[in-house]
């Protein structure tokens, strides 16, 4: 991220790290409806069925928001 001459390839990393998000909360929507339902919250993805899956994140208003705990911390004591 400091060496400018990398910046595109950052940027498509990132890219594409937030679509295997994306794609992977809407399949977990299965199992953990509430926990992926807060991650498509904190991308900001309003289509969230599998007819959507295969749109690109340029199809969409992302804006990331401040999340909360995704999952409540264990406590072992």
Known sequence: ?????????????L???LDCIRVSAVFLQAFIPASASK??????IKERTFKDINLNLDCYDVGLVKPDNLFERINEE
């Open 1 to 13: 991220a400091k060496d400018e001459e990398n910046k595109d390839r950052l940027e498509t990393v």
């Open 15 to 17: 890219y594409n790290l």
């Open 39 to 44: 991650i498509l919250d904190i991308l900001n």
